[in-house]
């Protein structure tokens, strides 16, 4: 291996001889500097080759001495991994500073070289002292760079810098003297096994290295400092900071790890988790895109910390898991952040940054906020496709999403820590980041322009834009890597097995290919990619087709299907809608990857790939901005419910929930993780605003499969253990009947208050999306009947409520397209406009509100019989109450739109385009044969239900017979057709020479208004209803959450009031910091 | 007597420049100018440079010098002098550092108190 | 006032942590074994009879390394900071004269003299107390007495430049050679140790103490430099 | 005993220096009192047989440290009251503009 | 096979030809009975056959769209498939109809049919007065389905089944065995639903049938009318025959079923004389309050 100490001499030489070299020209200096960071990466690169082809770790001396007498340096796998990180982002860094450092004076491009070789320094050296030297050379170089192009706030921070720095400083001199005093030496490994550091002395000793490390750390609340330079300084230097910077020191704790005792390791964790929690609800609050990262960093940075001491401390798993995982964070946070830092650069480049130097959040699409009053002057802007697909990327990761490393970082930890029990810890970190993604995701959120408005100039980041994009390229490689090998695969393959991956399912990274393929194909036309999109769907389909067993094919029907029917939906617009077929294909793959999943890491993965996905296409709508936030909010809520059930559920080896262990809440947090994505109520604020604000088509995805996707995960959940391998179910180990029914009154609760809700909206996609959270209420309801009966009823409602909720969907895009609306009393009439429209609506209708032949009824009919057989009387009675509230509703629909008189300014409205009405007269085609062969569809599903519980329903000839009844649904059509084919001809025979009339020609109160098309009955339609019984629908749930998100906004509102820009307040925090951390230790030991 | 030991077992380096330290401190955190917290930390430093010295305060020794005569037995501990030496001049480094950004500070039209420079916080 | 007693309960706790720290390592009986080997071994490994400079330049030579180059960031820091297009020019108050003739005479003549005794410090580091640094600091003292004879005197920074930058590739060379003669980076060795005590003794020593010297010197003067605003 | 009695009247006066140098409004006092200091911590270095260090305590921490906070002083026309709070005028040929 | 289909399409036209006729005499005796009542002469028994025979001569003027014309045609399928559903009487061949096409539960949903229809067909004549009328109606059939379906859910509590030839063959063998003497809290809870369920007073705001030309109908005449009423004679019965066989012990043959039905729909009009009419949102929280609370009381008796 190289010895590192060549390079340490390149790099000072070069440092001592830039002022020669700038004589030539910078151009001729940052040469320099390019050179000897691309020295550093090579050397790294060859390191871990070496190590990775089986080396083992090197020391090198210096002065021909070793370790008591000398400084030794040592390269192991991870020296050679933080080396290479380091010269990575330092690389990206300086490119990202190129102009400014052409600029300013010789002493930046000198600084940076310092800053470079100090971390990879203080990555390298296993001498006490010597850490102490390079932390002092990258600190003081970061102290020049902070200044070196001169901007005014960062001047301010780096004094504020210079004074936390310098007490940490301080502290690791007394500290290393005494540790020197007690150990009697500075080489690391011998102070690990000198016997003199064990003691209460060398304790006080270790305290004081520890406390500087830690204040270099960034540890709340001795952190003001640090958020100051992130905000000011300039961002690629914050990238450094963020990226390289903290990554070594975190290394250097890493180095001292086996030095600290439990006391020592308690602090750690501590204040790593406090730092982290603070961190991001401080971060919650912010308003400057940079300060808001730094937030960020910072917590990252804590989380990394605690769980290197945590590791070690709860024995979570070998060395190799903990620097998997904590590596894992690391690499990730490293990665994005240093990705966006350089990308606030970019922005910062492309003129985005106001006069005053300080950066608005709102910097592309000032819309509705405050903070967008400092960008306000500017001209909007939006970004360019690939600029957001890149930031997008560096956000998800940072966030934890599949596939990035964060998530099976994640993924690991929460399993090793239900492993051992530490379920509050789970809950701290699960918590942190969530409060991370919601920052972080409204930030990402943000940069989508809004569209539809006049056409914006798209904002020119150029070659600003390489470096996030070789961040974000990295972060996925690495990330699809860690899927596939396990998390330490990327490190070291022979490590890969020990850790979960999804080796043995290839399927579920379909929608992650097929999305980026589609992606890079966006440019094409419309129509060509959503054919691809659909054959994409419908390869997928047909490869996967046999390892789909019945419960699964009917769902596949439902989700692979209804996406296809979406994606052909979205040929409705002409035009290449960007972003939008990637998308479908991708959400409705990542349906099929639900289906597909067969261990819980693929369950999991899948299920928050949907999230994601489905995030992005509600994203996608004009104004999603809010809903979609909290759509993803819950989202990712809901999944780490799903994860933490997932992870501590204690399956025996065959996967099932162990017995009696079913009511015990690892269960229960998993079933409350879907039951978030169902839109149960209470959890299900997110849904109508979702659902009403993506695009049209993407509405009906969500709505008629998406939410399917979470009725396969409530049949999953319970037919085994996160994953269905065989249909069995054995009833003796499912809980006690009391969680069932508990979970039919949460249905019957989402069922009725859906439906009301319903009844009181004027927008037509509310009206729809209230609608779709009732009739989930209704499956979840029959779900939790737990026999025959009542599943057969739930598999039924939710074919059905694909059929009906897609059709309603499919038809209201239309209506939409046309009208320009989406307010039911602007609108009036449309029959004559758009018959077929009207047909499938009538028909959806009548299917939904159950009224016979159609097949609703068959619905209604199983969902009574099994509640009544079961004997839940009181469930079936409020059951018929919300069934009736839908007619309300239903009604309401047909009638604001496309009945009563019509609106002047509608007359020239058309027929919906083919794309929609195609897919519809499948759809009524499907239900009108279901509903004359009731059969087709309940066949299979008995045969699913009855192989899982003893058959209590039947089929005798035509005619399904309950235990209670019978309903014989042929017949039923045939006697209907006739009858009404009687009255019909009753009808033909008696008409005689009508006379049509104009639609206005009304008359009423004895008079003819005077603007008869004001009187189209619409607005407020059911007044009275709400007078009767709104007091049942008070969004409690709404103001129960907002009362939440207040609070946490109001606790993270406090938490930054700490930080008042005040350099002396933050070194006054630096100090208490120091003494409460010993105070702390104290009294741990 | 007792006294005694403990008076004999006190490191009589250390303790000022643990006083220095605290001093330094409150210098630091107490006191508004610019560059009166500059002279604290210049002072902060003495003292940790005291503190680190008093490591290889041996009571009776000579300076670590092999000029013929001197017995390596009555030599004191070289290393915390050698650290010193390392510990000195980049407390130097620090204070020319913190004084050129006290001056672009106060040279940009702010004051040269601390508070005044407060605009970046929560 | 608040604020006044947070400060003085915090520094008692601070206290509360260090004093017991202090206590228990009291004063010490002899040195330990680190220390031990370091008197013993210092004359044979590299026949340097100060056994502080043998650590400073040899044994920990790296640090010192590290310790030029924190000085040299700095110097970069604040010469970047204090350039006089950010700083403005220094402008004499008014009312002050230059120095005299006699006055500047003398101080020339003086600061020949310190820089000669600047360098027999660092020359003789490995023999008697004092090194590179306190040389360098010599030296730049010297030039400082320049500059308060001669308030308007510019230092020729071509020359400081070069001589800082050559003198530190020298440092760094020599400690190549260090690898590629002896036993590895900055090892003295790579030159003959000589007799102990002797000036032309102690292998590379006297050398690198010499290339430390004036580039700390040089160091220390443009950070003075700045500090009087004469960067460009 | 005479050597420890030294270092420790150096001491005591160190720390009577030291809070005088705090309290002190005089930035001028302040600077020259805290190289005092230094000179008393190189006084002891060199009572403790650490002759290179007192050396080097000297000639940079009370000789140059002073002489660069002497500059930095006049650098920045700093009042030598530390409570004075007037504003230094910006420099003459300011190109970054007077920013408050 | 095609003559048994024959004989069953045949049996059912003459139950729907029987229960028309009867359920009209119904209305009118019913009308008569209440001029009686106000001290009035009141209208001929068989003015309702007048009625229909005048409006259906009358030459169809107005066209609202397609909609406008299938509303009747859904309001009678739906009276008329909601009696076809329905086993007439107990144990006869004739009037058991198409029952065995659905239990209760269809009869209950089959309902809707009509209403829904009628409702569309209406909502397009477009005239502001019709969709207030289906608003309101929608609104308070909301409410008066819950003590109905309590019930309902009462009587298959009961009998343990929801095929209404069964309960009814558990309900014969005397008074005593007739859901009223069994569960007569049920029965009351049904029969206030029921007062709802036809729109008598006091919940006849619906229609509002004596002030202004008011409800769902309000825009149709002549033959269209003449359907609508039609309907109103066989949904009637329809109704009534299903009350008669939850709850009063079904009919073992149609003098029987004459007698309970024309006592059930009496009772109807007696209570619909003696109180004043309601808003719409009273009647809502009226059928949601004690009728309901009635509704469940009747529920738990079933269960004990």
């Known amino acids: 291996m190289v010895n590192p100490l060549y390079l340490f001499a390149a790099s000072l030489a070069a440092a001592f001889l830039l002022p020669l070299v700038d004589k030539l020209g910078r151009r001729a200096s940052l040469a320099l500097v390019y050179l000897v960071g691309l020295a550093w990466l090579a050397a790294a690169v060859s390191w871990l080759l070496a190590l990775v082809q089986g080396g083992v770790a090197q020391d090198f001396g210096t002065a021909g001495f070793m370790a008591p007498l000398a400084i030794v340096l040592r390269v192991g796998l991870l020296e050679a991994a933080g080396v290479l990180a380091v010269a990575a982002v330092g690389l990206l860094s300086a490119a990202a500073m190129h102009a400014s450092l052409r600029q300013a004076p010789a002493g930046g491009a000198m600084a940076f070289l310092m800053l470079l070789m100090g971390l990879c320094g203080v990555i390298l050296t296993r001498d006490l002292f010597n850490l102490f030297v390079f932390l002092e050379i990258s600190a003081i170089a970061t102290y020049s760079l902070i200044g070196f192009d001169d901007r005014r706030p960062a001047l301010r921070s780096a004094f504020k810098y210079m004074l936390a720095g310098g007490i940490a400083s301080a502290l690791y001199l007394i500290g290393v003297i005494y540790v020197y005093r007690f150990g009697d030496t500075l080489n690391l490994d011998l102070a690990i096994r000198a016997p003199g550091l064990a003691g209460a002395a060398g304790n006080a000793a270790l305290f004081f290295l520890l406390a500087a490390l830690l204040v270099e750390l960034k540890p709340f609340p001795a952190n003001g400092w640090a958020l100051d330079v992130y905000q000011t300084a300039h961002p690629g230097l914050a990238a450094m900071l963020s990226g390289a910077s903290a990554t070594a020191l975190l290394l250097a704790l890493w180095k001292l790890l086996p030095l600290f005792g439990t006391a020592h390791l308690v602090i750690i964790a501590g204040s790593g988790l406090a730092t982290f929690l603070a961190g991001n609800l401080a971060g919650a609050r912010q308003r400057y895109t940079r300060r808001m990262l730094g937030y960020s960093s910072v917590a990252q940075i804590g989380l990394a910390m605690a769980v290197l001491a945590l590791g070690t401390l709860f024995k979570l798993g070998s060395e190799l898991f903990l620097l998997a995982v904590a590596g894992g964070f690391v690499l990730n946070h490293l990665l994005a952040k240093t990705g966006l830092f350089l990308l606030s650069a970019a922005f910062e480049q492309a003129g985005l940054t106001d006069a005053a130097g300080v950066d608005g959040v709102d910097v592309v699409d000032t819309v509705d906020d405050a903070a967008g009053a400092s960008a306000a002057a500017q001209p909007a802007r939006r970004l360019s496709p690939l600029a957001l697909a890149v930031a997008g990327g560096l956000v998800l990761a940072l966030v934890g999403l599949p596939p990035f490393p964060g998530f099976w970082a994640k993924w690991q930890l929460v399993q090793a820590l239900a492993d051992r029990s530490r379920w509050w810890l789970i809950g701290l970190i699960l918590g942190g980041s969530l409060v991370e993604a919601f920052y972080m995701l409204r930030w990402l959120g943000r940069l989508v322009a809004a569209r539809g408005a006049a056409p914006v100039p798209t904002l020119r980041l150029g070659a600003g834009l390489l470096g996030p994009a070789v961040a974000a390229v990295a972060l996925a490689g690495l990330g699809v890597l860690s899927g596939v090998f396990g998390l330490t695969g990327a490190l070291d393959p022979k490590a890969g097995s020990t850790l979960a991956s999804l080796a043995g399912e290839p399927w579920l990274w379909a929608p992650w ?573 | 007597m007792k006294l005694a030991a403990i008076l004999v077992h006190l490191n009589p380096v250390a303790i000022p420049g643990a006083l220095l330290i605290l001093i330094g401190l409150w210098g630091i955190l107490a006191r508004q100018n610019l560059f009166k917290i500059a002279v604290a930390f210049s002072i902060l430093g003495t003292g940790v440079n005291l503190v680190i010295l008093s490591v290889g305060y041996i009571r009776g020794r000579t300076a670590p010098i092999l000029d013929g005569e001197a017995a390596v037995a009555s030599m004191t501990d070289p290393v915390p002098q050698a650290l010193v030496l390392t510990a000195i001049v980049i407390g130097l480094a620090v204070t020319a550092l913190l004084l050129s950004y006290a001056v672009r500070l106060r040279s940009g039209g702010g004051g040269s108190s601390i508070e005044v420079h407060g605009d970046e916080k929560w | 006032m608040m604020r006044r007693y947070l400060v003085g309960l915090i520094l008692i706790g601070l206290a509360f942590a260090l004093f017991p720290l202090l206590r228990q390592a009291g004063v010490a009986e002899a040195p330990g074994p680190l220390a031990s080997a370091y008197l013993e071994n210092s004359a044979d490994d590299f026949g340097a009879a100060n056994v502080v400079t043998a650590i400073v330049v040899s044994y920990r030579g790296f640090d010192t390394l590290g310790e030029v180059a924190v000085l040299f960031a700095a110097t970069a820091g604040v010469g970047t900071l204090l350039t006089r297009r950010r700083l403005g020019k220094a402008v004499p108050p008014p009312g002050r004269q230059g120095g005299t003739e006699v006055l500047e005479t003398a101080s020339r003549l003086l600061a020949g003299l310190l820089i000669m005794f600047g360098a027999y410090i660092f020359i003789h580091g490995h023999l008697t107390p004092g090194g590179g640094f306190q040389g360098g600091v010599v030296v730049a003292v010297a030039l400082l007495l320049g500059l308060l004879a001669k308030p308007d005197a510019q230092v020729s920074h071509r020359v400081m430049t070069t001589l800082e930058s050559l003198s530190g590739a020298v440092y760094v060379g020599l400690g190549l050679l260090g690898i590629v003669l002896a036993g590895g980076f900055l090892d003295p060795r790579a030159l003959p140790l000589g007799v102990v005590g002797q000036l032309f003794s102690a292998g590379s020593i006297p050398l690198i103490y010499s290339m430390i010297g004036l580039k700390v010197g040089a160091e220390l003067s443009g950070i003075i430099d700045a500090l009087k605003g004469d960067r460009s | 005993m005479m050597l420890e009695i030294a270092i420790i009247v150096a001491g005591v006066l160190m720390v009577g220096i030291a809070i005088a140098t705090i309290l002190t409004r005089s930035l001028l006092v302040s600077v020259i009192m805290s190289g005092g200091v230094s000179l008393l911590a190189s006084l002891v270095f060199l009572l403790m047989g650490a002759p290179d260090v007192a050396m080097t305590e000297a000639v940079i921490g009370s000789g140059l440290t002073t002489v660069v906070f002497l500059y930095a002083l006049s650098r920045a026309k700093q009042p030598d009251d530390e409570d004075a709070a007037a504003l230094a005028s910006p420099p003459g040929d300011d190109t970054d503009g007077g920013q408050p | 096979m095609i003559t048994a289909i024959l004989t069953r399409v045949g049996y059912a036209l003459v139950s729907l030809f029987v229960i028309t006729n009867y359920g009209l005499l119904l209305i009118g005796s019913m009308a008569r009975i209440s001029a009686k009542v106000q001290g009035r002469v009141g209208q001929p028994v068989w003015q309702p056959y007048l009625d229909i025979i005048k409006s259906t001569a009358k030459r169809n003027s107005i066209s609202h769209g397609v909609m406008f014309y299938l509303g009747p045609v859904f309001r009678l399928a739906g009276g008329v498939g909601t009696y076809l559903f329905i086993p007439a009487v107990f144990g006869s061949a004739l009037f058991r109809n198409f029952s065995d096409s659905g239990d209760l539960l269809l009869v209950m949903y089959f309902i809707f049919f009509g209403q829904l229809g009628m409702a569309l067909g209406a909502s397009e004549g477009g005239h502001p007065y019709s969709a207030i009328g289906v608003s309101r109606g929608l609104a308070q059939m909301t409410a008066f389905e819950v003590p109905f379906a309590l019930s309902v859910i009462a009587v298959a509590i009961q009998y343990k089944t929801l095929d209404i030839t069964a309960i009814v063959a558990a309900q014969q063998g005397g008074f005593l065995h007739w859901t009223v003497a069994t569960n007569p809290v049920a029965v009351v809870a049904a029969l206030i639903a029921f007062l709802g369920m036809s729109m008598h007073n006091p919940f006849s705001v619906v229609i509002a049938p004596q002030e202004i030309p008011i409800g769902p109908p309000t825009e149709y005449q002549s033959n269209l009318l003449g359907m609508l009423q039609t309907n109103r004679a066989i949904f009637n019965g329809a109704k009534l025959v299903l009350y008669m066989n939850l709850f009063f012990g079904g009919a073992t043959s149609l003098p029987v079923m004459v007698i309970k039905t024309f006592l059930i729909y009496f009772i109807n009009v007696f209570v619909g004389q003696a109180f004043p009419r309601l808003r719409v949102d009273q009647s809502i929280r009226f059928f949601l309050g004690a009728p309901t609370v009635i509704g469940v009381a009747g529920v738990i008796i079933a269960l004990l």
């Open chain 1, 513 to 1085: 290919a097929v999305a980026a393929v589609l992606f890079l194909l966006d440019w094409l036309p419309g129509w060509l990619k959503g054919l691809l999109a659909l054959g994409a769907v419908a390869a997928f389909a047909w490869l996967v087709q046999d390892r789909l067993d019945g419960l699964r094919q009917i769902f596949a029907i439902m989700l692979l299907g209804g996406g296809g029917l979406f994606i052909v939906a979205a040929l409705r617009k002409p035009g290449s809608r960007g972003g939008l077929h990637p998308l479908l294909a991708m959400v409705t793959l990542s349906l099929g990857a639900v289906l597909l999943a067969e261990t819980r890491l693929g369950f999991f993965f899948a299920w928050e790939t949907m999230t994601l996905s489905s995030w992005l296409l509600v994203r996608r709508g004009q104004a999603s901005r809010q809903p979609a936030l909290s759509y993803i909010v819950f989202g990712l809520g809901g999944a780490f419910l799903l994860m933490v059930g997932l992870a501590a559920g204690g399956f025996d080896s065959a996967g099932a929930w162990p017995s009696g262990a079913l009511a015990s809440w690892p269960f229960l947090l998993a079933l409350v993780g879907i039951l978030v994505k169902a839109g149960a109520l209470g959890l299900h604020v997110w849904l109508p605003g979702a659902y009403a604000e993506a695009d049209d088509e993407s509405s009906g995805l969500l709505s008629a499969s998406l939410s399917k996707a979470a009725v396969f995960g409530l049949f999953a959940l319970v037919l085994s253990r996160g994953i269905p391998g065989s249909l069995s179910i054995s009833l003796g180990a499912i809980g006690g009947p009391w969680l069932w029914r508990a979970l039919g009154w949460v249905g019957l609760a989402t069922a009725l208050a859906g439906a009301l809700y319903a009844v009181w909206q004027e927008d037509i996609k509310k009206t729809l999306a209230w609608s779709s959270m009732g009739q989930i209420g209704y499956i979840i309801l029959a779900f939790a009947l737990m026999d025959q009966a009542g599943w057969t009823a739930s598999l039924y409602l939710a074919f059905n409520h694909f059929l009906y909720k897609s059709m309603l969907f499919l038809a209201v895009a239309g209506v939409i397209q046309r009208v320009g609306t989406r307010n039911m009393y602007e609108m009036g009439g449309l029959i004559k406009k758009m018959p077929v429209s009207f047909l499938t609506v009538l028909m959806a209708i009548i299917a939904l509100s159950g009224v016979p032949p159609l097949t609703g009824f068959g619905g209604k009919w199983l969902l009574y019989s099994s509640l009544i057989a079961k004997g839940w009387y009181l469930e079936a009675a409020v059951a018929f109450f919300a069934s009736g509230v839908a007619f309300l509703y239903l009604y309401r629909l047909i009638h604001s739109i496309f009945l009563g008189q019509p609106k002047l300014n509608q007359s020239g409205v058309r027929e919906a385009p083919l794309a929609l009405i195609a897919p519809q007269l499948l759809l009524m085609g499907v239900l009108m044969a279901l509903s004359v062969f009731p059969k087709l569809l309940l066949d299979p599903i008995l045969e699913i239900t009855s192989r899982v519980f003893p058959p209590t329903l039947g089929f005798s000839g035509d005619a399904l017979v309950s235990p209670l009844g019978y309903w014989n649904g042929t017949l039923t059509m045939i006697v209907t057709g006739g009858v009404f084919a009687l009255c019909l001809l009753w009808l033909v025979i008696n008409l005689r020479n009508s006379q049509g009339v104009r639609q206005f020609n009304i008359v009423f109160a004895g008079e003819r208004p005077l603007r008869p098309e004001t009187t189209h009955y619409a607005w407020r339609f059911f007044e009275p209803y709400r007078q009767a019984v709104g007091g049942l629908v008070r969004s409690r749930a709404e103001r129960f959450w907002v009362l939440v998100g207040g609070g946490v906004s109001a606790v993270g509102g406090a938490l930054r009031r700490l930080y008042t820009g005040n350099g002396q307040t933050y070194a006054l925090h630096v100090v208490m910091y120091v003494v409460v951390l010993y105070l702390v230790m104290g009294v741990v030991l």
